[in-house]
């Protein structure tokens, strides 16, 4: 079965093939997913997005026959629509900070971390916190909702005409869902918005096949399904959930480096530091934690290819030059901590490289920390392909690191919703904790250094 996956991710947005007789992408179009910074405040270009999916179906289309659709997005992103499925208001960019502005009122009526597994969270990244400054500044648009939809389902209903939720975005620091209940929060019935969600539906249920006018307009068997839907991190997680045994953990990465701990270690989550319970595809709570390391990568590299050698890694090592959090401020294990250089003199490109390579595998292994995770880690996502992360990934958790062979772990997880039971298989290069000591000297070294 060839399945084409939808993937909005945060900074770029994608369709994939996914072939499900041998778990791989087959082929990818890829476009930046920027926002529009316009009134009524700054949102999501959703109508340009509606184009490259559709575009990009009718094409892939032509090279195999799409059996089905799965669709996966970032998360903390919610519409808002009316009777006939329109936006009554644009989808908010939750890099947007109005909701600061009723940051108190918000807080008066948000339930607590215990309840929720949430953490306060700065600007729009509590779903919650979009829609309670959205019915307050723009009462007379709210009051025309008939649904709330989570992101990935918005796209099911574009393509299928069927409303629904589904519990991995409703359960992703929404501040909207209670994870140990498998219930909404009483946010939701605080603020009157049970009524205003959509019926549950599992993200594996197909939704319903595609619409007619879609059909001709991509070349695709009317009778396509189209999937449910899931929040990316988990749908990264989604293959290791069918193959792994626990503990293990997964490292999702992309614009958020995710870490996830499944049968780990009991920890007492510490919501300042980002940490939160997520719950994954099988409605089971998963201890997470996160910082912005493809945002803090992306803005320290210029989004340009580096070179290195192994004399670069050799010469960090041997002088400890350190990259300390955070140099994406507000969330993430050290959300105000001010980003330092250590022992940095001139470094090379290359050199420069290493240490932030380095630094990224320490925050991530910081986050494990956190969560309590044990066994082996695997590695999804962008960093998979980062050697140095691998490694040094491996020399802070003195555990196997695996780096994932796909090239967007999101788009596999995905794909999976159309999984008819045939057996698993997580498949990546294995690497254990470097043998020379330089390595553990070096991670012990960042870490005293960020408890000064």
Known sequence: MIVAVIDIGKTNAKVALVDLATLSEIALRRIANAPVRQAPYPHHDVEALWTFILDSLADLNRERR??????????????????????????????????????????????????????????????GSQFFWQQKRFPEEFAKAAAMLMYPQYWALRLTGIAANEVTSLGCHTDLWNPWMSDYSSLVDRMGWRRLMAPMRPARDRLGPILPELARRT????QTPVFCGLHDSNASLLPHLLSDRPPFSVVSTGTWVVSMAVGGRKMELDPARDTLV???????????????????????????????????????????????????????PFPYRDAQWVNAGDLTSGQRFAVLSFYLALMAATCLELIGGNGPTTVEGPFARNPLFIRMLAAATERPVVASETSTGTSIGAALLAFDGAAVVSRGEHSRPPADPVWGDYARAWRLAVQT
């Open 66 to 127: 799409v059996d089905a659709i799965s669709i996966t997005t970032h998360g903390a992103t919610g519409a808002l629509v009316d009777v006939a499925g329109e936006l009554v208001l644009p989808v908010l960019d939750y890099e947007f900070d109005g909701p600061d502005l009723l940051a108190a009122d918000y807080d008066a009526v948000r339930p607590p971390f215990a309840e929720t597994g949430t953490p306060r969270l700065p600007i729009g990244l509590n779903l």
């Open 278 to 332: 997520n719950v994954n595809a099988l409605g089971d709570p998963v201890p997470s934690a996160r910082f912005m390391g493809g945002r803090e990568f992306s803005l320290l590299t210029d989004g340009q290819p580096q070179e290195w050698g192994e004399a670069d890694v050799a010469t960090v090592l041997a002088r400890q030059v350190l990259l300390l959090p955070s140099t994406q401020q507000g969330s993430g």
């Open 219 to 222: 070349g695709l068997d009317p």
